[in-house]
């Protein structure tokens, strides 16, 4: 077993448990160093990175991964992740992911996605599980989307991702935030982080089905956050 490999399995056996990064703030940050071989490190131009962007893009890394580590491994299933997708325009500039090639991007992207499927012991080749009787007995299309974070119902056939507006004024997220969204469902926050000083009426927002959560996205405020369906 690869090093890198040795180091998924014991995070993933540390994350196993149904505790989130925001319950355990104390938790020391993965380093990357410790789970990439050296030509993936220089394949994927983190070897640039500066000592501060380096510590940045762990910090990221760590929080990311153990935000949604409650998710169950059979969730995760094959997908495409861009790291872009992932980060705040802050967090983008912070980590020093902008100073990136293309190439050296896409060499990023693929060690995430590799990483993440690792992690919760699947693969890309990885058959989905048969559906249960009742998969097709509660609600399908959009009404449907996220409700596999809402145990113990089924999890109906469901989009990608829906397009909606929260439900009336909006200050921001403050790290257990409730997103009541116009379509009727509620969200609530799954990932740490802060994002306030704003207030907007009745914005726009995109929540998008990756491979290891729900991560929601404010257009045209470079803000994005996981989340979780709770109606």
Not at 45 to 73: C, H, I
Not at 133 to 143: E, F, K, L, Q, T
Not at 158 to 175: L, N, S
Request: aromatic letters at 8%.
């Amino acid at each position: 077993m690869r090093g890198w490999q040795a180091g998924v399995v014991a995070l993933f056996a540390i994350c196993g448990c149904s505790a989130t990064l925001a319950a355990s703030p104390a938790a020391t940050p993965l380093d990357v160093r410790n789970v990439i071989t050296v030509s993936e490190f220089h394949q994927t131009g983190l070897d640039v990175l500066s000592p501060d962007e380096l510590q940045a893009f762990n910090r990221w890394l760590s929080a990311t991964l153990n935000a949604n580590a409650a998710l169950e491994p059979a969730s995760v299933s094959a997908t495409s992740l861009d790291a872009r997708d992932l980060m705040s325009v802050t967090e983008y500039h912070r980590t020093g992911v902008d100073k990136l090639s293309p190439g050296q991007l896409k060499s990023l992207n693929a060690w995430l996605n590799q990483y993440v499927q690792e992690r919760a012991g699947t693969s890309p080749a990885a058959a989905p599980p048969a559906p249960s009787p009742n998969a097709h007995a509660a609600v399908s299309g959009a009404a449907g989307f996220g409700a596999d974070t809402m145990a113990p119902k089924e999890n109906p056939a469901a989009p990608e991702h829906i397009e909606t507006r929260i439900a009336g004024r909006f200050t921001g997220w403050t790290g257990n935030t409730v997103f009541k969204l116009e379509n009727g469902q509620v969200w609530k926050q799954a990932g740490t982080g802060y994002f306030t000083d704003i207030e907007l009426d009745h914005p726009q927002v995109i929540i998008k089905k990756l491979g290891f959560g729900y991560l929601l996205t404010l257009p045209g405020h470079g803000a994005t956050v996981f989340v979780r369906r709770v109606k």
